[in-house]
């Protein structure tokens, strides 16, 4: 009987030899054509020896049985066929460390100048190298003592891990890993400006990543049914193949210049000359291909580039541009970035033998001619039209930390059922989430948004959680409580630095009179994340998770959120997001200097307005997270008779919360934010009171009631708080989402105080929180510099600069009015009733244009020009003494 042998013997040789073979070709290229050997070279060839030991274990193992079913293995075999298993079990993490570090080792000749990317590189280098190193000292020691790993059976004396358990769990190591050294390089490869042809080449070589990922995740398929069907022959075979694969994609960009040396017209465009492609468009000044210098810097150890004009008129094109590529190539030999471009269309390196091209960039590269990379305008400057489509982008990632956190809150109920943990550790769980929000904000949100942007801090929180999704697997595995609140750690940190920058960058994208407005609309999206995912975990997802196993196959719903995120990530870095510089907040906020600096107690009233915000999104949030943890307790306690069960009232609580922030919305167009912010703190306090005081249908009714007016009351507290903070707004925006983390400790305070009198009386902890958050709302409304300061003013936003529809009047501009006496729609839009409160700006050519331009006599301008520096004069002065 043959079982699965031949099929892992044949198809383990096969990718073996392959490997091999792209090894060879790699050296051929490196020696014969480059003529250097670099450090990245010799990593590779540590990687192809370490790789022929790992193969060489399993077809040694296969000749001694792997593949047969236990009673058909030979008894004088089986010593070997462990100790060939125990060295194909140490090998597979160090083969796969040394061809990721080659490959990183690579990617730093790229990013020679560029801090980010080298970075990045960094990071992955040791994420790579350290966990390969800790994953390979678990499976050399992977039982105690060591010697038990090659027995037939384990003494009783002896502890062993499952291998198959080993394999599950650095699962989501190798494919962050992957993911990383698959993307790392495109920032700079995008930015290229190539033809056609070289532009395929480029996405064909780095793309090759990609089937390394796919192999990891068919592995892992195979690994997972091997843990029930205990037949790990296939899983084997499919970690041969990842191996190798991975040597046969980290050898395909080295092979560019053999094969432009043996294949060269599969390299070159159909027009051989360059400068007379008519499809390929360049900037006045800028050589055919252009790229950013990092590129083109020699590998360490090199020697530098010629700068001399000689070499510099070495390779430049004739002016009747009939010259051949041929006849101007180089004498050097061909170099490891030479695949980047035509090394014939300027200056060589002579290790790299690429582009030299000068530090200036066209600012708008297209990438692949349909992504346009040109910057985008401030935010600030948009009006509500111009705002919509990059707030329909950002509104994805309110739904998505919606999603997640419905997922998480069904998983930690069906893991905590699994594993039998009490009422306590459950919500340990819960608060290891909320507990990412204390640190991720400060830690990591507010350097990357001050100095990067909104955009780098959505990549940024969206990969966090990525790797946060992917560490569920070995936490389920091994059925770890302390994995799975490191996993629900980091899922908080990322999705935490996420919040932090999409809420500012909702409430600051467009006119901010409406920043409420659009606040509450897409965390109404959010909410609606969070019904939709509890029903389709519930009902679908994890409808048979039952036990360990069942728990396992929930990882496919993790690797298929962190896919998207990795994607969503992409599509961030190259769609136009806005962004809103500090000396832009300064200006938008000095408009009403007056109203923000004007003081109350002593303290600046727009830093009294931010603390007390936070102070009361700290109690709103407490309360909020006290509610939805003990709200099935509460419908059980009730006693109540109805055939909906307690996920179903909780769900149509979540339902009544998501359609209450749209509700808020609406109402804002009618009534000011700080008024339903009041009424929504009124009802909160009011319903938790009543669900005290009544039992039954009515007292679930009441604690339904509750979800209803706590819905609007997140996004108003944090839009009101921003306003004014000018260049510390990001600042601002970080310390609110700090905030969050008062629901680490809520729960416990309602569970204490139910298990001492009861789930009714748990709701007085609700009294008390909400009571606390509701001072913001009351210094709101009854403190009159404070009013003036929040109170939104129509088309609050930069405008631009444009061109008046008639002559300028020779008066004073009215003084600026707080016309909010209401919702938006209350305020007065007329330009006649209501002059724009920022006058129109001049442009240059009207500031500077002669009396004549004008249509004036000169006298008359003279004379007017007289009366307007006096004006000017008086405003001074005016502005010297209220100073």
């Known amino acids: 009987m043959q079982g699965h042998r031949p099929v892992v013997l044949g198809v383990s040789v096969t990718f073996f030899v392959v490997a091999s073979i792209f090894v060879a070709l790699r050296f051929v290229s490196r020696i014969f054509v480059v003529r250097r050997v670099a450090l990245h070279d010799y990593l590779m060839l540590v990687a192809w020896v370490i790789d022929f030991g790992f193969s060489f274990s399993l077809f040694y193992a296969t000749d001694k049985g792997l593949g047969l079913h236990v009673r058909d293995i030979l008894p004088e075999n089986q010593d070997a066929l462990n100790k060939a298993n125990y060295a194909f079990t140490v090998l597979y993490n160090p083969a796969l460390m040394t061809v990721k570090t080659s490959i990183l080792v690579f990617y730093l000749t790229l990013t020679r100048n560029q801090k980010i990317y080298r970075w990045a590189n960094y990071v992955t280098l040791v994420v790579v190298n350290a966990a390969g190193l800790a994953l390979t000292l678990v499976n050399v020691f992977q039982c105690r003592p060591v010697g038990a790993a090659f027995r037939s059976s384990i003494p009783s004396y002896a502890r062993c891990t499952d291998i198959l358990t080993l394999y599950l769990s650095s699962a989501p190591v190798n494919i962050i890993t992957d993911l990383a050294i698959l993307f790392l390089p495109m920032p700079l490869l995008t930015k290229m400006r190539l033809p056609v042809r070289q532009k395929a080449i480029l996405v064909i070589t780095f793309g090759f990543g990609f089937f390394v990922a796919v192999v990891d995740v068919i592995r892992i398929a195979f690994i997972q049914r091997a843990a029930t069907s205990r037949y790990a022959s296939l899983s084997f075979m499919w970690s041969v193949v990842e191996v190798n694969v991975s040597v046969i994609c980290g050898c395909v960009p080295s092979l560019k210049p053999l094969v432009a040396r043996l294949i060269p017209k599969l390299i070159k465009d159909a027009d051989d000359s360059l400068s007379r492609s008519p499809n390929v468009h360049y900037g006045a000044g800028e050589s055919p291909v252009a790229m950013p210098p990092a590129a083109v810097v020699p590998e360490a150890g090199g020697p530098a580039p010629s700068s001399s004009p000689s070499a510099g008129n070495q390779f430049k094109p004739s002016q009747n541009g009939n010259d051949s590529l041929s006849t101007r190539r180089s004498s050097k030999p061909m170099g490891m970035l030479d695949f980047l471009g035509h090394p014939e269309t300027g200056p060589h390196d002579a290790e790299a033998n690429t582009v030299q091209t000068s530090a200036s960039y066209p600012p708008d590269i297209t990438f692949f001619d349909f992504v346009n990379m040109k910057k ?247 309360g909020q997270e006290a509610l939805s943890t003990s709200f099935e307790r509460f419908v059980i306690a009730a006693r109540d008779d109805s055939s909906l069960g307690p996920f179903e009232f909780l769900t149509i609580g979540h339902s009544l919360f998501a359609v209450g922030r749209f509700l808020a919305a609406f109402a804002q167009w009618f009534l000011k934010p700080r008024w339903i912010l009041l009424v929504s703190y009124v009802g909160m306090i009011v319903f938790s009171v009543l669900c005290m005081k009544t039992t039954g249908p009515a007292a679930i009714a009441m604690a339904q009631m509750v979800y209803l007016f706590e819905s609007g009351a997140f996004s108003i507290i944090f839009a009101i708080s921003l306003r004014g903070t000018a260049r510390h707004t990001k600042t601002a925006a970080v310390l609110l989402t700090t905030a969050v983390t008062g629901a680490v400790w809520s729960p416990f305070a309602s569970y204490a105080a139910s298990r001492i009198h009861g789930e009714a009386y748990s709701y007085c902890v609700l009294v008390a929180m909400f009571s606390a958050g509701a001072i913001f709302p009351l210094y709101l409304n009854f403190v009159p510099a404070v009013k003036r300061q929040v109170d939104p003013v129509p088309n609050e936003y930069l405008r631009r600069h444009r061109r008046r529809s008639r002559a300028p009047v020779d008066s004073m501009p009215r003084k600026k009015e707080n016309p909010s006496i209401g919702g938006v729609l209350s305020r007065r839009r007329s330009l006649l009733a209501d002059p724009d409160p920022v006058p129109d700006l001049h442009l240059p050519e009207e500031t500077h244009a002669s009396p004549l331009s004008r249509g004036l006599p000169a006298s008359k301008s003279s004379s007017s020009s007289q009366t307007g520096s006096n004006s000017s004069r008086e405003v001074a002065s005016r502005q010297r003494n209220l100073d």
Not at 417 to 428: A, C, N, P, T, Y
Not at 464 to 485: D, H, K, M, N, Q
Not at 498 to 514: K, T, Y
């Open 376 to 622: 985008p305008e401030s935010m600030l400057k948009l009006n509500n039209r111009e705002s919509i489509a990059p707030i329909a982008l950002t509104t994805l990632l309110f739904f998505l930390w919606g999603f997640a956190y419905g997922l998480l809150d069904i998983l930690n109920v069906q893991f905590q059922k699994i594993v039998q943990l009490d009422s306590w550790h459950s919500f340990g769980l819960h608060g290891a989430y909320f507990g990412g929000y204390a640190v991720g904000p400060l830690l990591v949100g507010r350097p990357v948004l001050k100095i990067w942007g909104f955009k780098s801090t959505f990549i940024t929180g969206l990969c966090i959680y990525a790797c946060g999704s992917l560490i569920f697997w070995p936490s389920a595995v091994l059925t770890s409580p302390a994995a799975f609140i490191v996993s629900n750690f980091i899922v908080g940190f990322g999705l935490a630095i996420l919040e932090a920058a999409a809420n500012p960058f909702i409430a600051l994208c467009g006119p901010l009179e409406n920043s409420e407005i659009r606040l509450n609309i897409s965390q109404g999206v959010q909410a609606v994340g969070s019904v939709a995912s509890p029903l389709l975990a519930k009902k679908v997802l994890f409808k048979s998770v039952q036990d360990v196993a069942s728990l396992v196959d929930v990882q496919w719903t993790y690797l298929g959120i962190a896919l998207f995120d990795v994607l969503l990530a992409v599509a961030f870095y190259y769609l136009p997001v806005p962004e809103a510089s500090d000396e832009d907040l300064d200006e938008l906020a000095n408009r009403r200097r007056e109203d923000n600096m004007t003081t109350v107690v002593g303290v600046p009233v727009v830093w009294l307005t931010l603390a007390l915000g936070v102070w009361s999104q700290f109690f709103y949030v407490a």
